[in-house]
Protein backbone atom coordinates (compact mmCIF):
# COMPACT_ATOMS: atom_id res chain seq x y z
CA UNK A 1 0.00 0.00 0.00
CA UNK A 2 1.51 3.24 -0.98
CA UNK A 3 1.93 6.33 1.41
CA UNK A 4 -0.84 8.57 -0.34
CA UNK A 5 -3.30 4.72 0.22
CA UNK A 6 -2.61 4.63 3.46
CA UNK A 7 -3.24 9.15 4.79
CA UNK A 8 -6.38 9.42 6.87
CA UNK A 9 -8.72 10.90 5.48
CA UNK A 10 -9.50 14.99 6.24
CA UNK A 11 -12.48 15.10 8.57
CA UNK A 12 -14.84 18.17 8.47
CA UNK A 13 -17.52 19.67 11.32
CA UNK A 14 -20.38 20.58 9.45
CA UNK A 15 -21.98 23.14 12.64
CA UNK A 16 -25.22 24.47 12.58
CA UNK A 17 -26.80 26.54 15.25
CA UNK A 18 -30.28 27.80 16.30
CA UNK A 19 -33.27 26.85 14.63
CA UNK A 20 -31.75 25.02 11.57
CA UNK A 21 -33.42 22.18 12.97
CA UNK A 22 -36.63 23.56 11.22
CA UNK A 23 -34.94 24.17 7.48
CA UNK A 24 -37.70 22.97 5.27
CA UNK A 25 -40.54 24.23 7.49
CA UNK A 26 -39.20 27.83 8.62
CA UNK A 27 -39.99 30.24 6.43
CA UNK A 28 -39.51 28.75 3.13
CA UNK A 29 -39.63 31.76 1.10
CA UNK A 30 -36.35 32.55 2.71
CA UNK A 31 -34.72 29.75 3.69
CA UNK A 32 -36.45 27.25 0.86
CA UNK A 33 -37.34 23.87 1.62
CA UNK A 34 -34.64 21.62 1.57
CA UNK A 35 -34.39 20.15 5.26
CA UNK A 36 -30.91 20.00 7.49
CA UNK A 37 -31.22 16.11 6.96
CA UNK A 38 -31.19 16.82 2.76
CA UNK A 39 -28.15 19.48 3.83
CA UNK A 40 -25.93 17.18 5.88
CA UNK A 41 -26.43 14.21 3.12
CA UNK A 42 -25.16 16.40 0.44
CA UNK A 43 -22.43 18.10 2.41
CA UNK A 44 -21.38 14.41 3.93
CA UNK A 45 -21.58 13.19 -0.22
CA UNK A 46 -19.74 16.42 -1.49
CA UNK A 47 -17.04 15.43 0.99
CA UNK A 48 -16.55 11.90 0.34
CA UNK A 49 -16.25 12.84 -3.56
CA UNK A 50 -13.27 15.00 -2.30
CA UNK A 51 -12.25 12.49 -0.31
CA UNK A 52 -13.40 13.87 3.35
CA UNK A 53 -15.33 13.00 5.86
CA UNK A 54 -18.04 15.34 7.20
CA UNK A 55 -19.25 14.94 10.92
CA UNK A 56 -22.36 16.57 11.21
CA UNK A 57 -24.01 18.62 14.38
CA UNK A 58 -26.72 20.86 15.10
CA UNK A 59 -28.08 22.79 18.46
CA UNK A 60 -30.01 25.85 19.85
CA UNK A 61 -27.57 25.95 22.40
CA UNK A 62 -24.79 28.01 22.35
CA UNK A 63 -22.64 26.46 25.02
CA UNK A 64 -23.38 23.44 22.68
CA UNK A 65 -21.76 24.65 19.97
CA UNK A 66 -18.75 25.97 21.65
CA UNK A 67 -18.35 22.36 22.51
CA UNK A 68 -18.52 21.12 19.73
CA UNK A 69 -15.87 23.82 18.02
CA UNK A 70 -13.53 23.05 20.68
CA UNK A 71 -13.75 19.46 20.01
CA UNK A 72 -13.08 20.01 16.15
CA UNK A 73 -9.29 21.06 17.14
CA UNK A 74 -7.74 17.41 15.35
CA UNK A 75 -10.47 17.77 12.77
CA UNK A 76 -9.00 19.90 9.00
CA UNK A 77 -11.84 22.87 9.46
CA UNK A 78 -15.26 23.53 10.02
CA UNK A 79 -18.00 24.49 7.41
CA UNK A 80 -20.26 26.78 10.47
CA UNK A 81 -23.61 28.04 9.92
CA UNK A 82 -23.81 29.88 13.16
CA UNK A 83 -27.60 31.09 12.39
CA UNK A 84 -28.51 34.17 14.69
CA UNK A 85 -25.39 33.40 16.79
CA UNK A 86 -23.57 34.90 14.37
CA UNK A 87 -24.96 38.60 15.20
CA UNK A 88 -23.99 38.55 18.92
CA UNK A 89 -22.17 35.23 19.98
CA UNK A 90 -18.91 36.54 21.66
CA UNK A 91 -18.51 32.94 23.33
CA UNK A 92 -19.00 31.48 19.61
CA UNK A 93 -16.50 33.73 18.22
CA UNK A 94 -14.17 33.43 20.87
CA UNK A 95 -14.30 29.30 20.22
CA UNK A 96 -13.66 29.95 16.37
CA UNK A 97 -10.89 32.06 17.23
CA UNK A 98 -9.06 29.37 19.92
CA UNK A 99 -9.41 26.69 17.99
CA UNK A 100 -6.21 26.71 14.82
CA UNK A 101 -8.32 24.69 12.39
CA UNK A 102 -10.11 26.77 8.81
CA UNK A 103 -13.87 27.85 9.51
CA UNK A 104 -15.96 29.11 6.92
CA UNK A 105 -19.45 30.95 7.93
CA UNK A 106 -22.19 30.26 5.82
CA UNK A 107 -25.92 31.67 5.70
CA UNK A 108 -27.95 30.49 3.11
CA UNK A 109 -29.80 33.77 2.83
CA UNK A 110 -28.00 36.75 1.50
CA UNK A 111 -28.54 37.99 5.09
CA UNK A 112 -27.04 42.01 3.68
CA UNK A 113 -30.45 42.09 2.20
CA UNK A 114 -32.71 41.61 5.31
CA UNK A 115 -32.67 43.64 8.40
CA UNK A 116 -30.04 45.50 9.69
CA UNK A 117 -28.87 43.37 12.73
CA UNK A 118 -28.36 40.88 10.43
CA UNK A 119 -25.80 42.81 8.26
CA UNK A 120 -23.25 42.10 11.33
CA UNK A 121 -21.27 38.99 11.92
CA UNK A 122 -19.30 38.87 15.11
CA UNK A 123 -17.72 35.38 13.80
CA UNK A 124 -16.94 36.75 10.27
CA UNK A 125 -13.66 38.22 11.63
CA UNK A 126 -12.29 35.49 12.59
CA UNK A 127 -13.17 33.14 10.10
CA UNK A 128 -10.89 32.23 7.08
CA UNK A 129 -14.24 32.58 4.53
CA UNK A 130 -17.63 33.67 4.43
CA UNK A 131 -20.37 32.97 2.23
CA UNK A 132 -24.00 34.38 2.10
CA UNK A 133 -26.53 34.08 -0.13
CA UNK A 134 -26.05 31.25 -2.47
CA UNK A 135 -28.92 29.05 -0.56
CA UNK A 136 -28.10 25.25 0.28
CA UNK A 137 -25.30 25.55 -2.60
CA UNK A 138 -23.18 27.96 -0.36
CA UNK A 139 -22.29 24.70 1.66
CA UNK A 140 -20.41 22.77 -1.49
CA UNK A 141 -18.69 26.39 -1.99
CA UNK A 142 -17.87 26.39 2.11
CA UNK A 143 -17.23 22.76 2.02
CA UNK A 144 -14.33 23.38 -0.91
CA UNK A 145 -12.95 25.99 0.69
CA UNK A 146 -12.34 24.34 4.11
CA UNK A 147 -10.69 21.42 2.21
CA UNK A 148 -8.51 24.38 0.30
CA UNK A 149 -7.08 26.20 3.43
CA UNK A 150 -6.81 22.92 5.42
CA UNK A 151 -4.38 21.74 2.77
CA UNK A 152 -2.59 25.15 2.55
CA UNK A 153 -3.55 25.62 -1.38
CA UNK A 154 -5.66 28.82 -0.81
Same mark, same amino acid.
Given at each position: ?12 ? +? ?7 ? +? ?7 Y?? @? @????? !???? @??L?? %? +??A %? ?12 ? !? ?11 ? +? ?33 ? !? ?36 ? @??
Open positions: MSAAAAAPRPAVL +LLHGPNLNL +LGERDPAQGT @T @TLADI !EKRV @TNGA %D +LG %DVVCAQSNHEGVLV !EQVHAARSMAGIV +LNPGAFAHYSIALRDAVDAVDVPCVEIHISNVHAR !EEFRHRSVIAPVAQGYISGFGVDGYDLALRGVLLRAAG @TR
